[in-house]
């Protein structure tokens, strides 16, 4: 028995566990991810270790784009070994050695290329890649419900569904500064409450729209799709919004730490299952598997070492809010979040309609030419049988004609007449 949401999230993983190659840079990958996290950890409590961990931190994300780059020139081989973890092994080293000097190089010559490759590609990339393929699920999930009939109480759930989204979006935010962060409301406001107040209202009004919508659709069959959609919009964004508010600390916090492991691996598994669906189609631009697995890789540690960046960058400046540590990467999640779902909404309600109005178009005949052709086959053995009737009429008009011979039959009376004659 499959469950669509455990089945798709293990199909998607699978991609990263396809061969020995793809095993050990998934095994690299989730270094990095530690290595990253610690480092972050270590600069907030010594800021001296920055420098450090911008290094060692950022060797992860320039080999992975050294290995994508590869993987794009057919060049697999060279990145890790098929058969043998340890030639793996060695092979990343020199990787390694040639990823940190890539990275010095950058850094040294090409600092605006850096940062566009590192913010703006790997960072914003990897947000927006999670914004769109969570929406998409979560549209997909809403799709595969199909409520033919409303009962009372799912009508109640359907006009209340809006009123709960609201319940859910204050409430995360209130109960986060009474129960877990109390000083994120303060004279002045802090950085990081100021950019949970704007997701909040973003979040708020995408709710908004999205209730009028459901107002407008609501006689269509898709209208409870559309609900759920604002419901799963709603429960992320009241998530990014406590992630924001709960503030930064570099002790351990279990419940953090799953939340955003989770997420690393729902969005590698829908990253990685769209991108890898290239692999298998005979297409011109054909996707090979290492290459969606590397630049899976390369999006998602290249976001951690942003968002790590972050944290450093404000522990190492006493002038900037420490709100801000470990809170930049959901707080622009919190902003892209709510603009990316109206998009998605708005298309998933755009083929919705084209598949409701299309089979109401008339003259849908595929079939007319197969009723034509079976009128003609009928047809045409009665053209075939019209000759034979008229062929035979001339044999049963001979007797008839027959007939003045009959009457011909004279002969005895002109014998008569020429007896009496004599």
Known sequence: ?????????????????????????TLVF????????????????????????????GAFPVFFMITAFLSLLGLQRFIADEESYAKSFVLWLIWMVVSLVVLVIMWAVFFVM?????????????????????????????????????????????????????????????????????SAIGIPIPAATGWAILGLLLALGFNFLNGLIVTWERNKSYAENIVLLGTFVSLYSAYFIYNVL??????????????????????????????ASRAEKDTRFKISKELAATFTFFLASGFMFVDAMFTSIVSINPALDASLAGAAGDAVKLIVFPFVALLMEIRFIWKAKRVTTKPTTPDDIPVIPVEEESVEEVEEPVIVDTPEPVDTPPTYEQPVEEEPSDFSEEEPVEEEESSDFE
């Open 246 to 275: 709960k503030g930064f600390s570099p002790s351990i916090d279990p419940v953090s730490i799953g939340i955003s492991v989770f997420f690393i691996l729902y969005t590698m598994s829908s990253v990685g299952k769209s991108l």
């Open 1 to 25: 028995m499959e469950i669509p949401f455990i089945s798709s999230f293990i199909e998607g993983l699978k991609l990263f566990f396809a061969s020995k190659k793809l095993k050990w840079l």
């Open 30 to 57: 989730l270094i990095g991810a530690i290595v990253i996290t610690i480092w972050e950890n270590l600069t907030v409590w010594v800021p001296a270790l920055a420098p450090i961990a911008l290094f060692s931190g």
């Open 114 to 182: 850096s940062v566009i490759i590192f913010f703006g590609v790997a960072f914003l990339g990897w947000i927006g890649f999670q914004a769109y393929f969570s929406t998409r699920n979560a549209v997909n999930y809403a799709e595969g419900i199909d409520i033919d009939h409303r009962s009372k109480l799912s009508t109640l759930l359907f006009w209340g569904s809006n009123m709960f989204n609201y319940v859910i979006l204050i409430g995360a935010f209130i109960g986060t500064i009474i129960f877990v962060n109390p």
